[in-house]
């Protein structure tokens, strides 16, 4: 009767200990899931399109980096899905600007049906879409958000910065919506991880 109770308790003990293993590796599967430094290997292709998302200036700072790159591509901040023509990646960079929707003399409900279309478009195109958000998280107002949710279901891979990930949510819409995710101290570390994604 004693080697069975101890049999059962040494089964317990065993079930207990590959649970929390289980645990742990699930949450190092998570982490390293939502913390890849660059990608592993190319996603993208070249022509790419690079278009604002919500016409904040963070755009012109991608079109900067591909050009430095040799990243062949068109820049167009309010490009529709007519634009997409040609295109093997479309590049998303978010960041709502009520200054930049009125330079553009456009609205935010314009600019989101725009996003929309652009992201309808490139999912019947099967174009590769990278998401960048380089603010902060001060900058990172409800609108801004509203963004990254509507774009992130169709993002391919997203490149944020930790400042802006301080509450998690870059961390949780790449997890909900299983997309690689990079997170980058500033501009400065940009570079790698846009350029990982095409070669």
Known sequence: MKMKSFKIIMLIALLLLLIVNA???????EASFNSLPSLPKPIAKEYA??????????AYIIND????????????????ATNLEGINTLVFVVGYSPMGEKIHNV?????????IALLEKSNEEN????????????????????????????????????????????????????????????????SEPFASAFR
């Open 127 to 190: 174009i590769t879409v990278i998401t960048v958000y380089i603010g902060g998280k001060q900058q990172r107002e409800k609108r801004t958000e509203e963004l990254l949710n509507i774009i992130s279901p169709e993002t391919d891979y997203l490149i944020g910065t930790k400042a802006a990930n301080t509450d998690g949510f870059l961390s949780e819409l790449a997890k909900s919506n299983r997309i690689p995710l990079t997170l980058i101290n500033g501009v400065n570390d940009l």
């Open 49 to 58: 399109l690079i278009t604002s998302a919500g016409q904040g200036t963070d």
């Open 23 to 29: 645990t742990i590796f699930e949450k190092k599967k």
């Open 65 to 80: 980096i591909a050009n430095k790159m040799m990243i062949h591509n068109y820049f167009m901040p309010q490009a529709e």
């Open 107 to 115: 609205n935010y409900v314009s600019e989101k049906k725009r996003i």
